[in-house]
């Protein structure tokens, strides 16, 4: 038997790479190479692909969303229709639990996106038409041009660049999409691919809709998210590789919107200690070694206050974390990011409560790892302290008083989210509105009594936050219509004639479009 | 007499800065120097300002949009109180006319801007409030953080750091304002600020909202726009120091909104020409002629048929041109970038029709300059024959057929607009339907039949467009609320208890302000 390497997907043609360099994934369960072989595409395959998707983006402008969202929906359907084998690959390829996660959860999260943006899509809600009639100007968000999406490791699904929510965004605003696969699952990926071309076909789209490559090299991927075809890119990763991308995107001009780190400090108060330890502990511990702890939004920052309160509830998260089976983790390399980010903290000075150590499970795994400093400790050395270690593990801040938290608060980065729990009865009300003010402007979403991992796909959602959480604080990559206008440009029509206008800012409004018109909100014709 | 340096505005209070170096603007009508010493701030200046005002940026969290709309509509008032010496000190600094442009033009267009960003805080719609009721989400943009103005040298009222679209949308969305004068003109700048310190003092507003600095170094003002004390920026300027700003901003992951350079293409087909081109010569040289052609939205670049169509217009033009009166230009400065521009032009091939020459009217000026390159020549050339040359005027390309019109329209970069003049027949509409499918995408504001020249203050305005133009196609400088939203941050609310939440996002809505409910825009509360 002689191995073939994968091919990427071009134009609707699945093309032998000209590569020469190749690269498989590892089953980190079983810590064996899968058989999959996959292409590093060299720079004239890449270049060949945005001509290609510059080529589709010309042809696609002006078409109107129910295009977009027939295809989101066959796609939805196609990817249902290949579930089982869906979670069969991604279980090998990445080790996260077939069921709830991967059958249960993360597939049915994803079909639903494609169909929520379908739905905006359709709507043509996310255009955010917008008549002045004294004026005569009209204006609404259209497509942007071809935008390059990296998805992460971490969600072989739900992020993933071919069926994410950064792709879902990206086709619902008329897009077309070239993906960069993750290396750690790419059959999973290069499924997704044959799902999307079978929606392609069905609905009679564009053939270069959807392009997938899988690898590049560092320099490749650098010229690609500059080149001046390109409309926009959405990344989700590391942060070191995320701000190398960030420089060349900004430099050319091109937007881009990244979600690169984030650890989603956590305050709790002394009464809502008071009042439930246990429960807190329970709830914490589940949100934290939940997937092993590879979430954006894992809790991996938690302020209490000293004495018995804190002292409590830190025995009480570390005997739940020395009994919890420990996971596995994505791959080997996400286990050693986090040895090293652990490391990180350790040698700044903070005291480890229990793990620590490699191993402890099944496959490529880490020990459940609990750390603490005190509040003088994370003041003194504030970026240290933040640094994040991706997965099951959690720093515990320890601090001498509310005003220490709210000091605390007012060093943190940029994060997705940040949570406070306080008591039912009120008895923390002033010290929730002293660390409310200051932990607002620092994270996109703020909870109340609720861990940060679960991100709903909801039209108020914010994932999103302050850099360095991601590259914009007024974007969100999920959540419909909102993550769809990342994807579009702004284009005013000034004078011009009434025939010439796209559809929805026409006067005459069939559809019931949702629009601005003269500063009031309407789904009415302009009369 | 001794002469004393003019004092920053820093927290409320005029200080006297404790900078070496000054300067002085020049009367661009009669080439002297004026009187005001004006100072160039040192770092430690500008650190203290920046310190004032993220001081009052924390001050003013969660404040209703009312109170920065009592203070816009004060500060409205207390520029036109000083109307008359505003006229007389802009028009001695810029050398633009005092009436229409500066007295009846500019500045009701600024008392305008400030009042539409009033109404827009004071309804709150610039938020875009959210709310999802099933997953007990809620959203809306919040202030970012201080913002950073730099204004430009053409605009000393609309567009002033301290007066101007972008100070008045960073001050409806909650931010306190660092204004950064235009050297060009600092003592009209200086006047903004005592009728800014008035109606602050008058509505009772914290003293840090709005402060001035007149000057920096190039290397201080890198720091500025990067300081993590930062919100956000906006420029409106040339080029090159933008992008400067551009890639210490963007490091530093701090959202900047730049307005960089724009040669407005403009298309002129052949039913138009047949019809009507000595009202095409009439309106298109009023509009580049226009304040000596010192518009971002300058008709730079016109693009009409070969033959005996596109001669009559050039000829038309180069009349109207050599006939016209010379304007004044803003500074030595500009003069010598806009000969630097035509020399580029010029150099690389085009043909100089009239003008070309420094001089022709009364102090600081330069010949109105018509040149013409070929459809062929523009093609071989694109990036230099898109060179903009900020003045008095203009390129035509003279184009062979309707394809290769839209093949220059391929070639085009980011622009802010770009029009297209057609026949009222329909004769043209055929030509249009090509040349719109490029250009559309090129520009934020495309026109039919208009000038660029002129930019409404409009809800469905678009002063923006792709790079370079700007820094990002999703965002306008000019228009009310769209602008705002620049300066605001994405804030959601996770089952925060209902008392806990921002007025707006609270289920009663006594203001009825437009907010999108599970995906329907309503006035109502949330039952």
Redesign the interface.
């Known amino acids: 038997m002689t191995s073939t390497v994968h091919s990427i997907l071009c134009d609707g043609q699945w093309i032998k790479s000209q590569g020469t360099t190749t690269f498989q994934a590892v089953n980190p369960t079983t810590e064996e190479t899968l058989p999959g072989i996959f292409p590093v595409s060299p720079w004239d395959e890449i270049d060949a692909v945005i001509n290609v998707a510059a080529e589709t983006s010309?042809e696609m402008?002006?078409w109107p969303g129910t295009r977009f969202a027939e295809f989101l929906e066959a796609y939805a359907n196609a990817i249902e229709a290949r579930a089982e084998l869906l979670v069969e690959t991604a279980h090998a390829e990445t080790g996260l639990a077939k069921s709830p996660r991967l059958k249960d959860g993360e597939l049915p999260r994803t079909t639903n996106q494609l169909r929520q943006a379908a739905n905006s899509a359709r709507t043509e809600?996310w255009r955010v038409p917008?008549?002045?009639t004294?004026?005569n100007?009209?204006?609404m968000?259209?497509?942007?041009?071809p935008v390059v999406v990296f998805g992460p490791n971490n969600f072989p699904y739900a992020y993933n660049g071919i069926a994410g929510g950064d792709f879902a965004a990206a086709i619902a605003a008329g897009n077309p999409v070239i993906a960069k696969g993750h290396p750690c699952h790419p059959e999973t990926t290069r499924i997704f691919a044959e799902a999307a071309l079978e929606a392609i076909q069905a609905t009679g789209m564009p053939r270069g809709l959807v392009q997938l490559i899988y690898r590049t090299s560092h320099e490749d991927g650098v010229k690609l998210v500059s080149d001046e075809r390109i409309g926009a890119v959405g990344y989700t990763g590391a942060r070191q590789t995320g701000l190398k991308l960030?420089?060349a995107a900004?430099?050319?001009?091109?937007?881009i919107y990244l979600e690169l780190s984030s650890i989603n400090p956590v305050f709790m108060l002394k009464g809502a200690l008071k009042e439930r330890t246990a429960a807190l502990a329970d709830e914490f511990t589940g949100s934290c070694l939940m997937a092993t702890g590879q979430f954006c939004t894992n809790p991996g920052l938690v302020i209490v206050p000293a004495g018995e309160l804190g002292e409590g509830i830190i025995a009480a998260v570390a005997e739940r974390f020395s009994k919890a089976a420990v996971g596995t983790m994505l791959s080997a390399g996400v286990r050693e990011s986090f040895g090293i980010g652990v490391r990180t903290i350790l040698d700044a000075g903070a005291s480890l409560v229990t793990g620590g150590q490699s191993g402890g499970g099944k496959g490529v795994c880490f020990q459940n790892t609990l750390m603490r400093v005190s509040g003088r400790q994370f003041l003194a050395n504030p970026h240290v302290f933040q640094t994040e270690a991706f997965g099951n593990g959690s720093l515990f801040v320890v601090a001498d008083s509310v005003e220490q938290m709210v000091e605390i608060g007012e060093l943190l980065e940029?994060n997705l989210?940040g949570g406070i729990y306080s008591d039912t009865a009120g008895s923390d009300d002033a010290d929730?509105a002293l660390i409310?003010?200051v932990l607002?402007?620092k994270v996109?979403?703020?909870?109340?009594?609720?861990m940060p991992t679960g991100v709903?796909v909801?039209?108020?959602?914010?994932h999103?936050g302050?850099?360095?959480a991601t590259?914009?604080?007024?974007?969100?990559a999920v959540g419909f219509p909102?993550s769809i206008?990342?994807f579009?440009?702004?284009?005013?029509?000034?004078?011009?004639?009434p025939h010439?206008l796209p559809s929805v800012l026409q006067s005459k409004n069939p559809g019931g479009v949702?629009r601005?018109i003269?500063?009031?909100?309407s789904t009415a014709d302009v009369t």
Chains 1, 2 share one sequence.
């Open positions: 010309r402008r002006g809600s917008t008549i002045d004294a004026a100007i009209r204006s968000f259209g497509a942007i041009g960030k420089a900004d430099a050319a001009g091109k937007p940029g989210t929730y409310e003010k607002r402007i996109g979403r703020l909870l109340n009594d609720k709903a909801s039209s108020a959602m914010n999103g302050p850099f360095p590259g914009h604080p007024g974007f969100t909102a206008t990342r579009g440009m702004l284009q005013s029509y000034d004078a011009v004639r010439r949702w601005r003269n500063g009031e909100w």
